[in-house]
């Protein structure tokens, strides 16, 4: 699902990710309709804050719900986990990302320059969690 979603340069492969699982405080969440995976979404926890470290949905499976439910699912998990905030890198084109992240209370507090493999900048986002801001 990983490497459908995203450019060449910017792919995991499925060692990479089981890695990432392995490290502490890192998990990941499966959305699936009828037992059919749609996307998954991973996130770690450290301390009091918490990051997405990506948002994956099958091209095919595309806006019915299933990102703005992972990312709604991962932030709950961050709290429970003892988040009080959560951040994120998202590349400025990214317009279906952005507008997710956007409808989901995220908002801007920096930027990484030529961050990306293409040379594109990444936007960092926040969100407070369990009602903070
Ligand atoms: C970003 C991504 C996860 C969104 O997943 P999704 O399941 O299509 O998102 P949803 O259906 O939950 O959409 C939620 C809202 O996000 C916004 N949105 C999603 N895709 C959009 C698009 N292509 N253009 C504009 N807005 C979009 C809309 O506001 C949408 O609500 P609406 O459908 O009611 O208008 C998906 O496009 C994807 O996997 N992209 C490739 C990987 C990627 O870029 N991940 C993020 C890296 S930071």
Known sequence: MHEAAFPRAERWGAQAIALMLALPGHFA??????DDPLGFAMGRVAAAEAEV???AVRPASRRVGAGAALL???????ARRGAAEVFLEVAEGNVAARALYTRS???EVGRRRRYYP????????RAGLGGRS
């Open 29 to 34: 969440l499966l959305a699936v309709s009828d």
């Open 72 to 78: 709604g699912a991962l932030m709950a998990e961050a």
């Open 118 to 125: 293409d040379g594109a900048d990444a936007l960092v986002l």
């Open 53 to 55: 470290l990506t948002i």
């Open 105 to 107: 209370g995220m908002t």
